[in-house]
Structures are given as C-alpha cells and as structure tokens.
C-alpha cells in the first residue's frame, strides 16, 4: 500500500511569496490531517479534514493560510503571504474513519529566507 | 502549561543499558495514548500504543497511570539504532485529535 505522499520535499522561498504544499493520503482513508513542526518541538495540529469538510481549522491563522480538499480526496495547503516564522516542517497525515492509527507523510521542509 | 510535558533529554546511554522516558499529560478527557519514534529530518511513527495495564513490545515497555496522568517508555538493552527523539503522543476523544509532546531525544552511543 502507497503511503502518504507529500510535495515538494523541500522549499526555500523569499519572504512575502506564496507557497503550496500537496498532500495524497492513503488511499480509502477519509480523514486528513496538516500538522506543523517546528525545530525541537512535537507536531501542531493546523487542520483536520473529515472528507472534504474541515472539521478542525481552530489552528489554523487564517490571515495568510489556507487549505482544501477537493473530492474529498488529496489536499493543498498554501501560504500567502509568507513570513519568516513560516520556517518549519508540514506534515500531512491520514486515517480511515478517525481510527488512531496516523500515518504521516514525509512532510514539506519550508524555508522562507 | 503544555498539554503533553516531556523531558527534552538528550539522554546519552551506551549500548545495552536500560532508559526510561516519561510524559504527563494535563486533559484528563484524554482517551488514548501513544509513543511515536522520529528520526532525524524524517516523519513520526507510531512505535507503541500505552494500555492502563502496561503493555510490552519487544524490549519496550509502556506505562500509563491514568490518576497520575503519567506515561512511561522502558527500553531495555538499547541498540545504536534506537537514537531517536521519543514523542509521547495523547489522543482527545473529540475530532480524534493527537496532541504531541516536544520530545525526548535519546542517543545510544558504542
């Protein structure tokens, strides 16, 4: 069974750019997930998607981030514009029907400069 | 406060030694409990599910004290190959939500 794949594996922008990353869970799952790690800090949850319906965005700074899920299937996150502090990796993630088991993607190493 | 606390190490052990991890956790409506492996610039993985009667993988042991709200990881003979940073993981019943502590970094060393 594919994992989850995400891209791009790595991203240097200027700030003020806009970026977006992809995610394509696995395969049946239908919740997804975008976490955000910063260095020496454990994932943070920005959105969880149930289908194509975000069901958790309380995290997510609205202002410049935003993110679908078309079809219920593979989603974009994008920020615009973005900032230094942006600098961090996004992780997506997947399960089938809220079940525990997460798995996550190889993530999106984000370097805004 | 932190929902999930860990100890941010680095523990430095030489191979074969016995380490123990802990983990507190401050939402007692918590449901479910985990320890997550990550390597260097890769992805968390799940390494264990934590039961209230303690639960063993191989030469891991997990813990979990639900009064105390305290979760423990034992690794017992330590290989080169356990260095990682250890998360200790807690589910919240509403949305399925994993909360994430920062991590504790083990380096087993020859």
């Known amino acids: 069974e594919a994992g989850v794949v995400q891209s791009p594996r790595y991203k240097i922008i200027e700030k003020k750019q806009p970026v977006a990353f992809w995610c394509n869970p696995i395969s049946g799952h239908n919740t997804l997930y975008w976490y955000l790690q910063n260095l020496g800090q454990g994932p943070e949850l920005l959105i969880r998607y149930e289908n194509e319906e975000a069901v958790d965005d309380s995290q997510l700074p609205k202002d410049r981030f935003s993110a679908e899920r078309l079809k219920g299937v593979d989603s974009t996150l994008k920020i615009q514009p973005a900032e230094l502090g942006d600098s961090a990796v996004y992780l997506c993630?997947?399960?089938?029907?809220?079940?525990?088991?997460?798995?996550f993607g190889s993530g999106t190493r984000l370097t805004v400069v | 406060r932190k929902e999930v606390e860990q100890d941010p190490g680095p523990f430095n052990v030489p191979e074969g030694a016995t380490v123990a991890f802990n983990c507190t956790y401050s939402?007692?409506?918590?449901?479910?409990f985990f320890w997550y492996r990550q390597d260097c610039r890769k992805e968390p993985k799940l390494l264990m599910s934590?039961?209230?009667s303690g639960n063993e993988d191989g030469r891991f042991t997990a813990q979990l004290n639900r009064a105390s709200q305290y979760i423990s990881l034992l690794i017992r003979d330590s290989k080169l190959s356990d260095s990682a940073t250890y998360l200790c993981?807690?589910?919240?019943?509403?949305?399925?939500?994993?909360?994430f502590g920062a991590g504790t970094i083990l380096r087993v060393k020859s």
């Open positions: 993981v807690v589910r919240r019943g509403e949305g399925n939500k994993l909360v």
């Open positions: 993630a997947s399960s089938q029907d809220g079940a525990y088991g997460y798995t």
């Open positions: 939402n007692s409506a918590s449901q479910s």
């Open positions: 934590v039961y209230s």
